[in-house]
């Protein structure tokens, strides 16, 4: 009888055990507030219906490399803003584009010098819906999961060499975009957005 009991009673510990060491595993791959997978976190990005940042870009030819830091804007369905803060020659130059139209606001600087010392300015491939756009329309966009990253990739609509691949990378804790690279046709890059700040809202 002894023995029955001993063994009903070890039998009950090793269910004990067992029940909390699962417990424990599924606690630890819980994450609270972010329990979404890499789909729904692309999901999430390519519904973005607006979005305020601070970026900064860095511009790499076969000369030289320029840094910019803007502040962009976007307002679903297609108004996008641009303004430099730095660097401080065109730093207040604010473009607005809505899909048709490009607004340029600063009244000390004329078109010619703007795009001389910033030829991308204009272009709307630094901003995040212009990768949106490219995604959503590119049939081989994919995406793919790098330690604590989403890695979305997509070809570029622009017939650019310069303007070939981009590459946004997601941080999968707060669904925000971290970086984006921009590759030429071989595969240098040679655009790359920092996300020094960013606030998305979105409808998924």
Do not use: R
């Not at 925000?176 to 655009?191: G, S, V």
């Amino acid at each position: 009888m002894k023995k029955k009991y001993w063994l009903i009673l070890l039998i009950i510990i090793l269910i004990g055990i067992l029940i909390l060491f699962f417990y424990k595993n599924s606690v630890k791959n819980l994450k609270i507030g972010n329990n979404k997978n890499s789909q729904e976190i692309v999901d999430y990005i390519l519904n973005i219906s607006s979005y305020e940042a601070q970026i900064t870009v860095t511009v790499t030819s076969n000369k030289n490399s320029n840094k910019y830091i803007l502040k962009q804007t976007y307002q679903a369905p297609n108004i996008c803003t641009q303004e430099v803060i730095e660097p401080s020659n065109i730093a207040g130059v604010k473009l607005e584009n809505d899909g048709t139209n490009l607004k340029i606001e600063n009244s000390n600087l004329n078109l010619k010098t703007i795009l001389e010392n910033y030829s991308y300015l204009g272009d709307n491939c630094l901003d995040l819906h212009s990768f949106i756009e490219d995604y959503k329309q590119d049939s081989n966009s994919k995406f793919e999961e790098k330690d604590s990253e989403v890695l979305m990739k997509t070809n570029s609509n622009i017939e650019n060499i310069y303007i070939q691949e981009k590459i946004l990378h997601i941080d999968k804790k707060t669904f925000n975009p971290t970086q984006m690279e921009i590759k030429d046709n071989k595969q240098k890059t040679t655009i790359y957005i920092l996300y020094n700040e960013v606030k998305v809202n979105s409808t998924k």
